[in-house]
């Protein structure tokens, strides 16, 4: 149930509001995540209004800055994305979702089965947060190395610039969310290889030019990855034979 609703204009309100102990005090922004809370007595601070809908290159070229409020469809349509993550993030979303949904709630989602999320954490996205300092890594804040401290929330997202960028997503039926998602970035000459699609969230598990060492961190990190949609033997040959055929072609 909410218990209260704020549409704060400022980030300084917004940050006042988030880091209140009672009522439990969340921040929305496109609300498609609000009917999961529907049995919780909770406040809600609508992001809308603080300005975090832009899309610009950064200063130095070096890649994007998207702002947390920016909807996937806007995201879907600029030239932040190769085209290969465009396709997840079409697969994955309907188009009434990418018409709601935000990249900084994607990124706050932590969804392990999310392809976009996985894509995102593997092109080494940094994000900046609200009453924060330097940008985090995005890999560091899913995999809980860095924390969301009370107040704080995602503002903005930086993209760097990738030379290739390619993704796998493996489904019982092209209906069914991935049991298994393999994303590869080339950046700077090495590749960097993220796995989502089972576990609690995406992990980055290899970067670097040794191409017998991908393999062999993407065969330990599916280790033990059984659940209720596949087996961890199943991931571990498919995850393997994926990154080996997108080596292939990236090459």
Known sequence: MILEYH???TIDEATRLLSRVQPKTIPIGGGTSINHLSKQDVAVVDLQELGLNVIEPQANGSGWQVGAMVRLADLMHSNVLPESVKEALRLEFSSNQRNMATVGGVCAGRDARSALL???????CLVTLSAGSEPVSLADLVGGAKFLQAGQFIQMVHFPNQEQVMVNCIARSPADRPVLIVAIARRSG??????GGFGDRPQLV?????RPAALHAVHVACEGASDDWAGADYRQDVAVSSVRQLLDMMQ
């Open 190 to 195: 090495e590749f960097h290889i993220g796995l």
């Open 118 to 124: 996985t894509c995102l954490v593997t092109m080494g």
């Open 206 to 210: 290899y970067h670097g030019s040794d």
């Open 7 to 9: 549409r704060p204009k």
